[in-house]
C-alpha cells in the first residue's frame, strides 16, 4: 500500500514558475515495488494525460511532448518524495495535478492512466495570461 499526496499547486502568471511535490508514504517495501512515479493532469472537461514519469530504481525520465524542455520530474531521498519542476508555465498548463505510482516504468506505457495503480488527491495549478 502506497499514499500520495501532493502539494505546491497555486496561480502564477503566464511564463512563472511553479514547483509541486508528492510525499510518498508506505512500507520499504511498498515504495521499492512501485518504482515508477508519474505526473497527471486533468483540465476541466478533458481527459486526464501523462506530463511525466520516472523510474525511481534507475533514473529513467519521461516526458509529454507538450512539457518537454519546461517540466523537470525528479526524486528526493530514498524515494519519499516526487517533485515537479514547471517553468515557463503557459495558461494551457492549467489543470489539477496528480501523483501517481505503479510497479514498472517504459517508453511505451508510462502516460497510460489506468496502469496506475495509487493515485493522490491532486493540486490545482492556475496559469492566467
Same mark, same amino acid.
Given at each position: 500500500?502506497?499514499?500520495?499526496?501532493?502539494?505546491?499547486?497555486?496561480?502564477?502568471?503566464?511564463?512563472?514558475?511553479?514547483?509541486?511535490?508528492?510525499?510518498?508514504?508506505?512500507?520499504?517495501?511498498?515504495?521499492?515495488?512501485?518504482?515508477?512515479?508519474?505526473?497527471?493532469?486533468?483540465?476541466?472537461?478533458?481527459?486526464?494525460?501523462?506530463?511525466?514519469?520516472? =523510474?525511481? $530504481?534507475?533514473? /529513467?525520465?519521461? !516526458?509529454?511532448?507538450?512539457?518537454? @524542455?519546461?517540466? %523537470?520530474?525528479?526524486?528526493?531521498?530514498?524515494?519519499?518524495?516526487?517533485?515537479?519542476?514547471?517553468?515557463?508555465?503557459?495558461?494551457?498548463?492549467?489543470?489539477?495535478?496528480?501523483?501517481?505510482?505503479?510497479?514498472?516504468? =517504459?517508453? $511505451?506505457?508510462? /502516460?497510460?492512466? !489506468?496502469?496506475?495503480?495509487?493515485? @493522490?488527491?491532486? %493540486?490545482?495549478?492556475?496559469?492566467?495570461?
Amino acid at each position: 500500500q502506497v499514499q500520495l499526496v501532493e502539494s505546491g499547486g497555486g496561480s502564477v502568471q503566464a511564463g512563472g514558475s511553479l514547483r509541486l511535490s508528492c510525499a510518498v508514504f508506505g512500507s520499504v517495501y511498498s515504495i521499492y515495488v512501485n518504482r515508477c512515479m508519474g505526473w497527471f493532469r486533468q483540465a476541466p472537461g478533458k481527459e486526464r494525460e501523462g506530463v511525466a514519469a520516472i =523510474d525511481t $530504481g534507475g533514473g /529513467s525520465t519521461y !516526458y509529454a511532448a507538450s512539457v518537454k @524542455g519546461r517540466f %523537470t520530474v525528479s526524486q528526493g531521498n530514498a524515494t519519499k518524495s516526487l517533485y515537479l519542476q514547471m517553468n515557463s508555465l503557459k495558461p494551457e498548463d492549467t489543470a489539477m495535478y496528480y501523483c501517481a505510482a505503479r510497479t514498472d516504468c =517504459d517508453s $511505451g506505457s508510462w /502516460s497510460v492512466r !489506468y496502469t496506475y495503480r495509487y493515485w @493522490g488527491q491532486g %493540486t490545482q495549478v492556475t496559469v492566467s495570461s
